[in-house]
């Protein structure tokens, strides 16, 4: 992997839990790597008051926490913590970003960094029009500058259409399309990358891969906790802005795309655009019929207690913010034509895990049923995204003994026990993506607004609908209107945690 140029990397935001927990440490990681030039420097700015040793003390606890590989090098902390400042403001304030310009400046002069400059905006989305402006207007550079300035957004981007094209529309204001850098964490994740790997580099996947040999797809985020302390937050986005708009769009998106024409950002980013223009539109009206919602209710799960939901800190008690959804969407082009994708997401289930189900169509003739107790199961390709990185591909193998019984069997794949090394954190490879100027795994602005198309006619749908979301106890798989959902289509949700199949008992 390429070296960075020589830059600050300044982070807003930067004594929020997202730079602690992940940003710090990822920058100690690609410096420890030699992905950092020595003429690289960190930049802290947050509201709050604090010198640039004190900030430095917060970044040398962070590493020593929360960094990846321990034990952590002190010789590498401490290249990092000599180039470690702190400057203290109001996002919006304009004297706040001359006195950010003037320290970058003099940092360009003591420090070699050049003028280049990599922004992280890793606040919360009401200050992103403010930081932009005063970027836009405090930062820029000269016309004949041949450095660069690139920043870096988080999710989400927007909370509807409307407000995805006013944020773009502004970014564009400022900056070019080229230095905007849309992050998704699930999009660093090596599993996410693997498939385009796996679909594309494996001559045995291309032929089945569409209606023909596909019965269905599912995909399944879903997490263990509640909303803890983020309740305020969470209310005003729920399940689907939080969850299906970025991180299961993106792993819709590249199971479903067309093989793109090059291994470059323009290339892949217009396939996965193509997606999101094919899916079926959910007309108001039909919204609770293909998109079912869920509140956790009062119960313990993981260790945690909760009331429910609406009894949650900062959350209002007639909330109707989902927690939990499952989505059935068809995606209208040739290779997917009449092929479901179901999409579920939710707080407080049973298991925390994130991954794709391809399950195939049976084969076309039923050699064994006549002769076996039950059908035999189909076959499943799973895709785990976490916790455990791999592949697993099930197939029907025959139980050794003088009678035929089938079992489902399970081929493995697993990035830790095949590679023998610890995958490197999605912040570290999105991080340093953005150094070296590489969008491919970030989200375009086109790709951003077509995601939006999709689910502003289900919010439409679900605010106006009398429905009330369905509770469900912590702990368990969501509320029963996703599973009816499922059952109605002749099928059932299906993830790697299942217990083993039966063993199908089978007569010569």
């Not at 992050?183 to 594309?200: A, P, S």
């Not at 697993?392 to 830790?416: C, M």
Request: proline share 6%.
């Amino acid at each position: 992997m390429p070296s960075a140029s020589p830059c600050a990397f300044i982070i807003f935001g930067a004594s929020g839990d997202l730079a602690k927990r992940k940003l710090i440490p990822a920058i100690y990681e690609l410096m420890r790597e030699k992905l950092l030039d020595e003429h690289f420097v960190l930049v802290g700015f947050s509201r709050s008051a604090m010198s640039d040793e004190a900030y430095r003390a917060e970044c040398r606890e962070a590493v020593f926490k929360f960094a990846r590989t321990k034990p952590v090098e002190e010789a590498v902390w401490k290249k990092i913590e000599s180039g470690t400042y702190y400057v203290q403001g109001d996002y919006g304030s304009a004297d706040a970003h001359a006195k950010l310009a003037d320290k970058l400046a003099s940092l360009d002069r003591e420090k070699g960094t050049e003028g280049n400059r990599l922004f992280y905006l890793s606040t919360p989305p009401n200050t992103f029009e403010p930081i932009i402006t005063c970027l836009g207007e405090k930062h820029k550079p000269a016309k004949d500058s041949k450095n660069w300035q690139r920043i870096i957004i988080e999710k989400p981007f927007g909370r509807d259409l409307a407000s995805a094209r006013s944020l773009n529309k502004l970014l564009h204001s400022y900056f070019a399309e080229e230095q905007v850098f849309r992050i998704d964490h699930y999009l660093g994740k090596e599993t996410v990358q693997n498939l385009l790997v796996m679909r594309f580099a494996n001559s045995i996947f291309e032929p089945i891969w569409n209606y023909r040999f596909i019965e269905h797809v599912q995909i399944t985020v879903s997490e263990t906790l509640g909303v803890g302390t983020r309740g305020g937050y969470y209310d005003k986005s729920g399940a689907m802005r939080d969850m299906i708009q970025n991180h299961l769009f993106q792993l819709l998106a590249l199971v479903a795309m067309e093989p793109p024409a090059a291994l470059d950002s323009v290339s892949i980013r217009d396939e996965k655009v193509k997606v999101y223009k094919s899916i079926r539109p959910i007309h108001p009206e039909r919204a609770d019929e293909f998109a079912i919602r869920g509140q956790y209710g009062p119960g313990e799960a993981a260790g945690q207690k909760t009331r429910g939901y609406r009894a949650e800190k900062d959350v209002p008690p007639n909330s109707r913010t989902e927690t939990f959804v499952a989505l059935k969407l068809y995606i209208d082009n040739w290779r997917w034509s009449g092929r479901p994708f179901y999409l579920r997401t939710g707080k407080f289930l049973e298991k925390k895990l994130s991954e794709i189900v391809i399950r195939f169509r049976s084969p076309p003739q039923a050699l064994f049923q006549n002769q076996c107790s039950a059908l035999v199961y189909p076959n499943d390709l799973i895709i785990r995204v976490q916790p455990e990185e791999g592949v697993s591909w099930r197939l029907n193998g025959k139980v050794p003994g003088g009678q035929l019984n089938i079992k489902p069997v399970a081929l493995d794949f697993l990035y830790n026990t095949t590679f023998h090394v610890e995958a490197p954190e999605a912040y570290e490879r999105l991080i340093h993506d953005a150094l070296i100027g590489d969008q491919t795994l970030f989200i375009r602005g086109d790709e951003a607004e077509a995601a939006w198309t999709v689910i502003d006619p289900i919010e439409q749908g679900w605010t106006a609908s009398q429905t009330e979301p369905q509770e469900y106890a912590p702990g368990t798989w969501g509320p029963k209107r996703a599973m009816d959902m499922m059952e109605r289509d002749g099928r059932r949700w299906l993830h790697s945690s299942d217990s083993a199949e039966p063993i199908v008992a089978c007569s010569l």
